[in-house]
């Protein structure tokens, strides 16, 4: 899959970090769906019950099959990351870049990306198995979709702050991202399509449709989207560019896929 060591280097380098999310999905999956079926206090536990099949061959939770498409993207990205070259990269940019203030302090909305997206697929994981199929299955497709077009048409950005005009929290915060993400493959934004998926998905939940739900997700998906333009980690054009193209992986996922849901 490589064309030289350092392709390798950079792969794992980019994977590893990224264990550490993956191993507290799966962990929180064992205990949610486990939870039914913890022993009593003092009670023998049997390791050869069959009441204790594994996670996810148990019939009931075959939906868990859903969450292996997160890990799969993941190690698909890492892999883009590290085989296509910065020089193979053309830019990204539009006017609308330059007006645009760098504000370290969205580094806080823009680092909470995941645990948002990892939040909602634990809830419908525990409270709605068909929204959670349906959640993973557009994160899947929207998401293999972007890395293709990354292959397609490698891009990066060239908008990082090369010396902060502070010096705070929030700067070494947004340093430490710089640190260990790349600049490239950033259109369309990543983000920007988790965080409208994390909208549709909560909208197409019954549970989580109470009004004050609803604005604090679409609120909260909102900062982090344009939390990547304040924090230089994405041109105006990636998050243009990202709000139609989530638009169109909507009814494919919602009223195509699952078109009997």
């Known amino acids: ?16 970090p990224s264990n550490l999310p993956l191993a507290f999905l799966a962990q929180s999956a064992y205990i949610l769906t486990h939870a039914d079926r913890t022993p009593q206090e003092g009670a023998h536990y049997d390791r050869s019950d069959c009441k204790h099949k594994a996670v996810l061959t148990a019939k009931r939770n075959r939906y868990l099959w859903f969450t292996l498409i997160l890990p799969a993207y993941l190690i698909a ?19 609308l870049d330059d007006q645009i203030p ?8 823009y680092m909470l990306w995941f645990p948002m997206i990892l ?7 525990r409270y709605d198995h068909e929204g959670f199929k ?36 929030f700067t070494q915060l947004v340093a430490l991202v710089y640190s260990q993400d790349t600049n490239t493959n950033v ?35 909102a ?18 560019l990202a709000v139609p193209f989530s638009l169109a992986v909507y009814p494919v996922v919602y009223r195509l896929i699952f078109r009997k849901m």
């Open 1 to 16: 899959f490589f064309r030289t060591r350092q392709q390798r280097r950079n792969f794992n380098s980019y994977l590893i």
């Open 77 to 95: 990205f890492a892999w883009v990351e590290a085989w296509i070259p910065v020089d193979a990269c053309k830019p990204t940019y539009i006017p």
């Open 102 to 109: 760098f504000l370290e302090g969205f580094i806080v909305p």
């Open 119 to 125: 939040a909602l697929g634990l809830y419908l994981m």
């Open 134 to 169: 349906r959640y993973m299955t557009y994160l899947g497709v929207a998401f293999f979709t972007v890395i293709a077009l990354y292959l397609l048409f490698p891009n990066r950005q060239d908008l990082r702050v090369t010396h902060f005009p502070r010096d705070n929290v």
């Open 187 to 221: 259109c369309p934004s990543i983000h920007v399509v988790g965080s409208m998926a994390v909208c549709f998905a909560a909208w197409n939940c019954r549970r989580l449709r109470k009004p004050w739900i609803q604005a604090c997700i679409w609120i909260a998906s």
């Open 223 to 240: 900062l982090v989207a344009v939390s990547t333009v304040f924090v230089k980690q994405h041109s105006a054009l990636d998050l243009i």
